[in-house]
T-cell receptor, first 113, second 113 residues
Framework: DAGVIQSPRHEVTEMGQEVTLRCKPISGHNSLFWYRQTMMRGLELLIYFNNNVPIDDSGMPEDRFSAKMPNASFSTLKIQPSEPRDSAVYFC???????????FGSGTQLSVL | DQQVKQNSPSLSVQEGRISILNCDYTNSMFDYFLWYKKYPAEGPTFLISISSIKDKNEDGRFTVFLNKSAKHLSLHIVPSQPGDSAVYFCAASFMDSNYQLIWGAGTKLIIKP
């Protein structure tokens, strides 16, 4: 199994641009999570999907952030417009079901200039 | 308000000796605790977990101890190996919303040869 696959690994963009992060969860996993890691706030849950349905998006910081999961094998996290304070590492993780251990992707290092 | 605290940002241990990583929590309603390990440029990987009904869980060289009265858990690694050098995160969750992990800030463990 290839594990959770995220793309791109690195993204450098200018303030105001749209950024789209992509995630392919492990096949057969029903739960998908988007996390953000910063020095100041550590690991924060942004949104949680179960069976492709968003269950909890209370961690999404602002309306500039949106996430979709059109099918069981793909999810996106979009930031529009991006701001320098969005610079962070964004992780996608999946699990077999809600209360099982998480498998993380390698993350996307986002830099907004 | 940090509900899960890892007060040691880093720890240096001689190879072959015991590594002890500590984690404190403030919310007595947490009932499930996990440790994840993270290498640079990778996502966290699950290491070991413990339910609040237990006070110890062991998996090979890794043992987690839970002291509910002190709201404290620790991860013991015996013997420590160079490959154990990584950042270790403690996380906690509630039984009724166990997808929502509350993460500590992490402790960087360095194993000296």
């Amino acid at each position: 199994d290839a594990g959770v696959i995220q793309s791109p690994r690195h993204e450098v963009t200018e303030m105001g641009q749209e950024v789209t992060l992509r995630c392919k969860p492990i096949s057969g996993h029903n739960s998908l999570f988007w996390y953000r890691q910063t020095m100041m706030r550590g690991l924060e849950l942004l949104i949680y999907f179960n069976n492709n349905v968003p269950i909890d998006d209370s961690g999404m910081p602002e309306d500039r952030f949106s996430a979709k999961m059109p099918n069981a094998s793909f999810s996106t996290l979009k930031i529009q417009p991006s701001e320098p304070r969005d610079s962070a590492v964004y992780f996608c993780a999946s699990s077999v079901r809600e209360n099982e251990k998480l498998f993380f992707g390698s993350g996307t290092q986002l830099s907004v200039l | 308000d940090q509900q899960v605290k890892q007060n040691s940002p880093s720890l240096s241990v001689q190879e072959g000796r015991i590594s002890i990583l500590n984690c404190d929590y403030t919310n007595s309603m947490f009932d499930y605790f996990l440790w994840y390990k993270k290498y640079p440029a990778e996502g966290p990987t699950f290491l070991i977990s413990i339910s609040s009904i237990k006070d110890k869980n062991e998996d090979g060289r890794f043992t987690v101890f839970l002291n509910k009265s002190a709201k404290h858990l620790s991860l013991h690694i015996v013997p420590s190996q160079p490959g154990d050098s990584a950042v270790y995160f403690c996380a906690a969750s509630f039984m009724d919303s166990n997808y929502q992990l509350i993460w500590g800030a992490g402790t960087k463990l360095i194993i000296k040869p």
